[in-house]
């Protein structure tokens, strides 16, 4: 039974509906010995929650490497590449327990569900885990400027 008071949800991609977090890893520590620089998974804690840029400004500090504008884009398109082909493969059995049950009953009990998400690759993960279905609204990197904790990703749509 639809409750009247809610209208909708909001959900986060990564963490909340599946787990991506290894495949960044992978990605960045990849990155990271580009430049000789040892990266770790404790290090890796470092990068969540934080912009692809920053990410890139903590690991090129951890090395004490420096790298003009042009260079860090290019490297932050490296890194996305290896990523993207990291997660060529994903498959359903990448979502975390529960959540497209959730999405389904509530889909089923006509709620709003919108994604917020910093992610730039948000809609790549969601058709290849075929969840595109069950979403309303699409929030993601693609049309934010600012990574959470910034409400910006909650005030677009």
């Known amino acids: 039974m639809k409750n009247e008071q809610v209208r909708g949800f909001i959900f986060d991609l990564d963490g909340v509906l599946v787990d991506t977090a290894k495949y960044h890893y992978s990605a960045w520590k990849r ?88 992610s730039s690759n948000a809609k790549t993960i969601l058709n290849a885990m075929d969840l595109m279905i069950y979403f309303d609204t699409i929030v993601d990197g693609t049309v934010t400027t600012k990574s959470k904790p910034d409400p910006q990703v909650f005030n677009i749509g």
């Open 31 to 118: 990155l990271a010995n580009v430049f000789g620089i040892e990266f770790s998974v404790a290090d890796n804690e470092l990068l969540k929650g934080v912009s692809r840029k920053q990410s890139l400004d903590i690991i090129l500090n951890m090395g004490n490497v420096h790298l003009n504008d042009h260079e860090k884009t290019k490297y932050l398109e490296v890194k996305n590449q290896w990523y993207l082909e990291l997660i060529s493969d994903l498959n359903k059995s990448e979502l975390l327990p529960g959540s497209e049950t959730l999405l389904r009953e509530l889909k089923e009990n006509d709620y709003s569900i919108a994604l917020g998400s910093a």
